[in-house]
């Protein structure tokens, strides 16, 4: 039997038995239907191929020849159908696959016609080789240009997407590449060229893989085909040696010697695969894990909306009935409503730290640079909150910088939150006396300083004012209405910044200083 | 001349309250609950301000805005979104697609909302 024999064989065999494999493992699903086509195509060009070979009269092999190029001309469309199917296009481009189809039928019912297959000639290493007629020109253009626009459309689709399809798409491009090409060294002959289809026998090599490919991604892992390639590699060097042993002890070590390597590397590919397989299963666990995160995102997003809308219509109604809308209030109800108010504005501040906050861990917080005077936003936060301090009858003294500091780029709102929160809580933790803010330029840096003579800090409390969840002693004593979310959103918003934010205090009842540094930027 | 708000907002509660405070700064209200009936409205009215709401049952106030925005009989009016959907995307979104501004419902009294509009009107 002839080396082309073999290969022709080899490739119709396989192609049985992969497409069998794929089609039966589910026969409802478009790619591996598609793929059973592929295989079909495969088969019946090289079956014929095989015939052909072994044909002994010049009638018989134009007949068997154009039987195996039934099987060829159908290989590009078919292919070119599975993978549209591999990348969801069949149905963008079903018009197109339709007439693909149309025009392979019609290469079918001339392929018996000596305009597609002339005659047979002997050409180097065969008989009867098989010449082209007329209409067999086009049908190499269309099996050319049907598979290298399949091979545009995986590559345009590799450089879109990531994961596991990539790697997909990477090993059927890379074998189809070897297959085709290989099984393409058949037209030359055709051509006269004197070069006969060594590579023949590469068609079955991206049958194989493409199997690998849609059935066991996870083994479709160049580790564990080397290692099964090793493996069996060492097994038939050692058979052959065992086989050709010169004595018989010889040959009963060689075999003992064999069946433990096989065992052993059994075992090797079977650790392989399994640490491939734990892979793809930690990749799976860290998918579902990011659409989780995704999801708590989104419920939040979703659950304050809901929660703020009845604290807007609360705020609204409240404000209302406080500007008048609906007449005079008693004097008696003024301070309850104002109360409410307030508390109301407190869980509008919960909802809105909250949110932030988990912006800030899932790093989906998003910061707006833009060129603005620091001063300006101090202006206006004094400002806002001046009455409050009138109302404790504290002082709140804003010491504007002699000479006028430069423009910074910075997120207007979310500085703004942080200075508001550095003012605010100086008011609120100071009974007598009150804050001072004073901002300069400090070794290329802007430094915002707020000192305040209330309630100070002990020193483990410095430490951990700006974690999540904690408020100091002076927060339980004075104020019980923070959730201690604020300075861990300011130090978070300054770390966004490049900036630092940080405090200072004598200790217990001196007063502290809480500083917002900034780059100049 | 009285201006003309529409404001498109699916709570009923907020309706009759923005309702009131509008009506009682010297504004004519007309409101609709759904994004589609807003633009019918819209169309009909030629409002000098558009008030709207992000989150809407069946179509959203994204799809509004496009919606109004291929239409040139209304694409000129002004709009500011009203929501408490404080959403990255969505703000962005509705920035991209020209809202004067995206405000939170919770941070702003009604009051505070009429001087944003007389800022927009002016």
Redesign the interface.
């Known amino acids: 039997m002839s080396y082309f024999v073999i290969t022709g064989l080899i490739n119709a065999i396989g192609s049985v038995f992969f497409g069998l494999y794929v089609y039966l493992k589910n026969p409802k699903a478009n790619l591996n239907k598609t793929f059973g086509l592929f295989c079909l195509s495969v088969a019946v060009w090289s079956s014929f191929y095989c015939v052909w070979q072994i044909s002994t009269t010049e009638e018989s092999a134009l007949f068997w020849s154009r039987a195996l190029m039934a099987g060829a001309i159908f290989i590009p469309v078919t292919y070119l159908h599975f993978i549209l199917v591999f990348l969801d296009l069949h149905q963008k481009k079903k018009k197109f696959l339709i007439l693909s189809y149309i025009l392979s039928f019609i290469f079918l019912v001339l392929d018996f016609t000596p305009l597609f297959v002339k005659n047979v000639t002997a050409e180097p290493s065969f008989e009867y080789w098989p010449k082209p007629g007329i209409f067999f020109h086009p049908f190499l253009l269309m099996f050319f240009g049907y598979v290298i626009y399949s091979w545009y459309l995986l590559f345009k689709t590799h450089q879109k997407i990531t994961g596991i399809k990539q790697t997909q798409i990477e090993y059927i491009l890379g074998s189809s590449l070897i297959g085709f090409l290989g099984g393409s060294t058949n037209y030359l002959l055709w051509y006269g060229i004197p070069t006969p289809p060594f590579w023949n026998g590469l068609v079955i090599i991206y049958v194989l893989f493409i199997t690998y490919a849609i059935t066991k991604h996870y083994l479709f892992e160049i580790r564990v085909i080397l290692t099964e390639i090793l493996v069996v590699a060492t097994v038939s060097t050692l058979l052959i040696q065992a086989l050709l042993a010169e004595t018989l002890l010889l040959k009963i070590l060689g075999i003992a010697l064999v069946g433990l390597f096989t065992i052993f590397g059994y075992s090797l590919i079977k650790s392989v695969i399994k640490e491939i397989e734990l892979r793809s299963k930690l990749q799976k666990a860290y998918a579902e894990l990011e659409k989780l995160d995704k999801a708590k995102t989104e419920f939040l997003?979703?659950a304050?909306?809901q929660l703020?809308?009845p604290?807007?219509?609360v705020?609204?109604?409240l404000?209302?009935i406080l500007?008048k809308?609906y007449g005079k209030i008693p004097e008696r109800i003024r301070k309850p409503l104002e109360n409410v108010f307030i508390s109301n504005e407190r869980l509008?501040k919960l909802?809105?730290d909250l949110?932030d906050i988990s912006?800030i861990e899932t790093g989906?917080m998003?910061i707006r640079l833009e060129k603005a005077f620091l001063e300006e936003i101090i202006s206006s936060v004094v400002d806002e909150l001046k009455f409050e301090a009138e109302e404790k009858n504290i002082y709140l003294k804003w010491e504007k910088p002699k000479i006028p500091l430069p423009k910074i780029s910075i997120d207007k709102d979310k500085i703004r939150a942080v200075i508001l929160n550095l003012i605010d809580n100086a008011i609120k933790y100071t009974k007598r006396g009150g804050a001072t803010i004073k901002c300069k330029m400090e070794n290329g840096k802007i430094k915002v300083e707020v000192s305040d003579t209330g309630v100070g800090l002990e020193k483990e409390e410095i430490d951990m004012i700006f974690k999540v969840l904690t408020r100091g002693k002076a927060g339980i004593q004075f104020w019980t209405e923070g959730a201690g979310l604020g300075l861990y959103i300011a130090r978070k918003f300054a770390e966004m910044h490049q900036g630092q934010i940080w405090a200072e205090s004598e200790g217990k009842n001196k007063g502290s200083t809480f500083y917002l540094e900034l780059p100049i930027k | 001349m009285k201006k003309k708000i529409l404001l498109i907002e699916d709570e009923k509660v907020l309706v009759e309250m923005y309702n009131e405070k509008f009506s009682e700064a010297g504004y004519e209200i007309i409101s609709a609950f759904e994004a589609r009936e807003g633009l019918k409205l819209a169309k009909k009215e030629k409002p000098d301000l558009i008030i709207l709401d992000i989150l809407l049952p069946r179509e959203d106030g994204i799809f509004f805005l496009k919606e109004q925005k291929k239409d040139p009989e209304i694409a000129s009016i002004p709009v500011v979104a009203l929501s408490n959907y404080d959403n990255p995307e969505a703000k962005r979104e509705a920035l991209d697609l020209g809202v004067k501004d995206y405000l939170i419902k919770t941070d702003f009294t009604p009051q505070e909302i009429i001087e944003k509009v007389k800022e927009y009107l002016s």
Do not use: C, P, Q
């Open positions: 997003s979703i304050s909306h703020r809308t604290l807007s219509t705020k609204g109604y404000s209302m500007e809308s509008v909802v809105n949110l912006r989906r998003e």
